[in-house]
């Protein structure tokens, strides 16, 4: 992934991924990644996701942002693509501004072993803590904080990375997930059929 986008290896990758609908917060991204260029004029944004009509309008609001030299669309990917971006970054970010449903990218971030700079609400919370991401307020200074505080700390952000991989094999792992359902099929007083650990 580096090579093709021609970012050297020591070059600071900050890497979103998913939709672009309102909600996700791109706009607080790109003032924050303002910020963090100021700190770190080599760090790259690059965004995996968006239809073209909106890729278009978030290259407009990129450029509004002052961070279009510093930020790379290269719109939607197949799923099999997205763990190479994700092992290719060394900031994983989600910078939704509203809503309460988790995002389902939140989960991969958390597969990857990478560190997380996520906004500090419920949108986050509900799987997201101090020990497994770098939670922030909701304001492109705050964001950006995190931001720079995970390239400027590898150290933090390699523990940080560690406990959320650890959270998802334990918590959010197939295995877990079956685990939890033999649990609730007892709590009902109701036999769970067997169950065996395969993948499709």
Not at 86 to 91: Q, R, S
Not at 118 to 136: E, F, I, M, N, P
Not at 140 to 167: H, K, M, N, S, Y
Request: hydrophobic letters at 40%; glycine letters at 6%.
């Amino acid at each position: 992934v580096r090579r093709s986008l021609s970012f050297a290896d020591s070059t600071p990758l900050v890497l979103y991924t998913g939709t672009f609908e309102a909600y996700q917060g791109l706009d607080l991204l790109f003032q924050a990644m303002s910020v963090v260029r100021r700190a770190h004029p080599d760090a790259r944004l690059v965004l995996a996701g968006g239809k073209p009509d909106q890729v278009a309008r978030a290259e407009q609001d990129a450029r509004a942002a002052g961070i279009a030299d510093v930020t790379v669309f290269v719109g939607e990917r197949p799923a099999s693509e997205i763990p190479a971006y994700l092992l290719a970054a060394d900031v994983l970010v989600s910078p939704r501004s509203r809503g309460t449903n988790t995002p389902l990218k939140i989960y991969q971030y958390l597969r990857s072993g990478k560190p997380i700079v996520a906004t500090r609400l419920l949108t986050h919370t509900q799987v997201l803590d101090d020990d497994t991401s770098v939670l922030t307020g909701a304001t492109p200074q705050e964001f950006a904080a995190g931001v720079i505080a995970v390239i400027d700390d590898p150290a933090r952000g390699e523990r940080v990375g560690r406990q959320a991989q650890a959270l998802a094999t334990t918590k959010y792992s197939y295995e877990a997930y079956l685990e939890r359902t033999r649990q609730a099929c007892a709590a009902l007083g109701v036999s769970a059929p067997p169950m065996s650990a395969v993948k499709d």
